[in-house]
């Protein structure tokens, strides 16, 4: 069977944050469609068994592959450290997650060789920010610490607010303390509190987004495998998303970050 | 077809907030058995759709009833808002919600005729409470507000931590500007910050939580169709709980608020 070039990227999330990434892969790859999924009637991920956010990833991969996407991108930091080893072996078309090439940047900006990785409660527990990490450069010591409230905070609107600058001032000491020189913004929703992080971390604290490097990732792995899209993306809409539940909610949010109207969202049942 | 009053009771929610609503049973019906149903996996309800809760509230039942239960009570109050008037037409069981008990004794207790409601988002939106309370007199004024940072600073263990307290005070800045007299605790997780919610809304403030109003109108409903039971409970478990996600860190939870050890958790998949 030949993939078709001109078939979309599926890039999926747990619910709005991963329009990050997908934000960033409509900028370094203009000419790609994109069919993006959101699990909205059951995100949270973070605070789940690794079971279940892989029996939900799953789903969510074969509704993708039902809409003839040649690669799949999981947007979601919690579903790429506990779900991606399961599904690459599972289909045939590249999937990729955005905790690797998080890694790998890191890795290479790191001055210290001191890395911290902020992240929700699952991401943290599964250790494969360390793992991968260490795997490029053993000696880098890496400091993990889930910030549960975050993505609360930012979904209650509150991302320039005291109350968040007291929350991220007690869960960043650690970083402080552990005198980081790079900090990974593990959480897709993370990168919304950059003003805040940055302020409290200081210019001297390297903050790394993995959305722009899982996108150069993905770039390079369509060339690898021919899969770039040759034509022009000239269809009337090119990025086409899908949600679990309340598409309304789900379309204001991403007017809201992305640079451009989001005209069609449309909801569908996964569990039937 | 004779219903066996020695059937458990069957009470379900969200998650973990509906323990609160377990142990009012427990202590008020002694000689009652429960099965008890938490969807960790999908937690939380109050930022879902309408049709989601329907759709969820439904599996759960569905389940309850394969349990053998003569009874339900919906111990989550945004599936009790959004949920209980579909669920009660498709079903032979008598089953009851945490809302109209608690509208009922918020509209026994005002002496000024202002109530206040603070719930989650979905709840807020139905306008549910309001509804039944001008039912039993329309002259009562009701203030609504969604608080939807306080299950995530209870899930994160700060009930008593002075971010929740700054977070408390400006939900509740609209219900002490409206001086409303009596303030229904409408999520099952609120009771769990009656300290701090009660040291900000001062002594002169009635705090209501449907928990213990809804044990004495399941006992009520029990006696009326003559389903009480009428032996007693030595069975080896008479209670049971059953989870959709994560039984381990359930159990700890549980066990923090139940007067005694929870066993037996079990883990089900509502969705095959």
Redesign the interface.
Known sequence: MKTDRNAPIGVFDSGVGGLTVAREIMRNLPMEKIVYFGDT??VPYG???K??VI?YSRQIVRFLQKQGVKAIVIACNTASALALDTLEKEIDIPIIGVVKPGARVAARETTKKRVGVIATEATINSHLYRELIQQIDPEITVVGKPC??F???V??GWRKD??TE??AR?YLKEMQDEKVDTLILGCTHYPLLRGVIGSIMGDQVQLVNPAYETSLALKQLLIEQDLLNQGSVEEEFPYRFYV???AEKFKSFANSILPYDVEMTKQV?L?E
Do not use: F, G, H, Q
Request: net charge negative; glycine share 0%; proline share 12%.
């Open positions: 009637a059951r605070s789940k068994s079971e279940t029996r549960p409230l993505v609360p905070l979904e209650e005291p109350v007291i929350v007690r679990s539940d309340a049942n569990e």
